[in-house]
């Protein structure tokens, strides 16, 4: 169980003009373990059918996987998310599945240099004889796009927009922020806002000008879920930081060697996307085959 501390004040009271823009986010609080099949995991062994053959990616664009030669040799998808529908029920399962895993090419892709993932949606019941084994990494894959087993501990929290808020509503509230950053030593863009963290629902993570992406139907899509390289950064320590985690982080540093007991609480998967940046999925809920699409970015 990982916990998120409350806030010093009641942000739709506070700041009520963002009442309206609150959604809900699933916070997933990955910690390294063992995750069998059968489990809700991050970079765990997925419920993948016998016959189904796995999937791989032979970097088509000029400058996939970093050799910056076309035509190279398959490499196989390593596995990121397998989300089952009773851990996380906010998700837009298509009708007759309650299994959705994410995989992605550990290479960097264009158009964004990072690595380009896929979504599986599948029926528990209908998967039959299940693969013992994932295939290996690729030997020339970058480690830190492999993430280490996790299981999770997901957790409900209320977001409120951050690069999303609209300027109109920033310019009714910037006097009221300044007004809770001196009173509290809260600020609203770091604490009170968007949760940091490998999450599903709620604002994309950005740490660069929103990009939402528009299905092929014309519908602005949503964000599903995003795959973030920490789980908290500079300045999270105040709200992001699990309550259950607070004593064994109390001193941390950016400083710290990668083996620190810290990075198992700041990074447990040992993800380094970019610059720490996140990889933000997006799917059109209102098309029944759920089409998606992906956005990365970083500081």
Not at 154 to 160: A, G, K, S
Not at 229 to 255: H, I
Not at 274 to 279: H, P, Q, R, S
Request: hydrophobic share 35%; proline share 12%.
């Amino acid at each position: 169980m990982r916990t998120t501390g409350s806030s010093p004040i009641v942000v739709s009271e506070v700041f009520p003009q963002v009442a309206s823009l609150a959604m809900t986010a699933v916070r997933l609080h990955p910690r390294r373990g063992a995750p069998t099949a059968e489990q809700s995991s991050m970079g765990g062994p997925l419920l993948w059918p016998a016959t189904e053959p796995w999937p791989m990616c032979d970097g088509p664009d000029p400058y996939d996987h970093l050799d910056e030669q076309p035509g190279e040799v398959e490499v196989p998808l390593v596995p990121v998310l397998q989300l089952l529908a009773e851990d996380v029920p906010e998700l837009p399962f298509p009708a007759g599945t309650d299994v959705l895993q994410v995989l992605w090419c550990p290479f960097d892709h264009q158009p964004w240099s990072s690595p380009r993932p896929q979504l599986r949606w599948r029926r528990r019941a209908e998967i039959g004889d299940r693969r013992q084994a994932m295939p290996e990494p690729d030997g020339e894959a970058d480690p830190w796009h492999v993430p280490d087993p996790c299981v999770l501990h997901p957790e409900r929290v209320t977001e409120y927009p951050k690069h999303d808020l609209p300027a109109a509503v920033w310019s009714q509230i910037r006097d009221d922020i300044a007004a809770v950053e001196r009173d509290t030593g809260w600020q609203y863009e770091d604490d009170l806002s968007v949760a940091s963290g490998t999450k599903v629902g709620g604002y994309p993570g950005w740490t660069q000008v929103p990009d939402w992406p528009v299905c092929g139907c014309g519908a602005r899509m949503d964000h599903l879920l995003t795959v973030a390289s920490w789980e908290f950064s500079r300045g999270d320590e105040k709200r992001w930081v699990p309550l259950q985690d607070r004593e064994a982080m109390a001193g941390w540093g950016f400083d710290a060697a990668d083996d620190h007991p810290w990075r198992r609480i700041q990074n447990p998967a040992g993800l380094m996307l970019g610059d720490v940046g996140g990889i933000y999925v997006f799917v059109c809920a209102t098309c029944a085959d759920r089409p998606f699409d992906y956005r990365f970015d970083c500081s």
